[in-house]
Nanobody, 121 residues
Framework: QVQLVESGGGLVQAGGSLRLSCAAS????????MGWYRQAPGNQRELVAT???????TYADSVRGRFTISGDYAKNMVHLQMNSLKPEDTAVYYC???????????????WGQGTQVTVSS
C-alpha cells in the first residue's frame, strides 16, 4: 500500500515563506509525475504545481514566480517552496503523485491527507 505524508504547513505572516514536503512510502517500484494541489474553504481543489521525471514543471498563474516545486525521486519525495506568501494562499495543500506499486502493471494515482497553510495579513 502506498501512502503519502505531507509536512511543513503552518501559520505564517504575509510575505513569509514555508516549505512543504511530501514523502511516499510503501512498496513502490516507480514514481512518475508529482504535484501539489490546494483547496480553500468553499472552493474547488486547484492545481498549484507539477513536476515530471524529466524535471519539467508547471505552475498556476497565481503562484508562478513565488513557488518552486522540486522532486527527489531517489527518496520518493516532492517539495514545494513557497515564498512571498499572500493571505489568498491560505488553503489545505495536498500532495499528489502517480506511482507504480510492486506487482502492479499500471500506475496508480495517490493523494496525501493534506496540510494546512494559513497566511495572516
Amino acid at each position: 500500500q502506498v501512502q503519502l505524508v505531507e509536512s511543513g504547513g503552518g501559520l505564517v505572516q504575509a510575505g513569509g515563506s514555508l516549505r512543504l514536503s511530501c514523502a511516499a512510502s510503501g512498496a513502490i517500484f516507480s514514481i512518475k509525475d508529482m504535484g501539489w494541489y490546494r483547496q480553500a474553504p468553499g472552493n474547488q481543489r486547484e492545481l498549484v504545481a507539477t513536476i515530471t521525471t524529466g524535471g519539467s514543471t508547471t505552475y498556476a498563474d497565481s503562484v508562478r514566480g513565488r513557488f518552486t516545486i522540486s522532486g527527489d525521486y531517489a527518496k520518493n519525495m516532492v517539495h514545494l517552496q513557497m515564498n512571498s506568501l499572500k493571505p489568498e494562499d491560505t488553503a489545505v495543500y495536498y500532495c499528489n503523485l502517480d506511482a507504480l506499486p510492486l506487482y502492479y502493471t499500471d500506475f496508480q494515482n495517490y493523494w496525501g491527507q493534506g496540510t494546512q497553510v494559513t497566511v495572516s495579513s
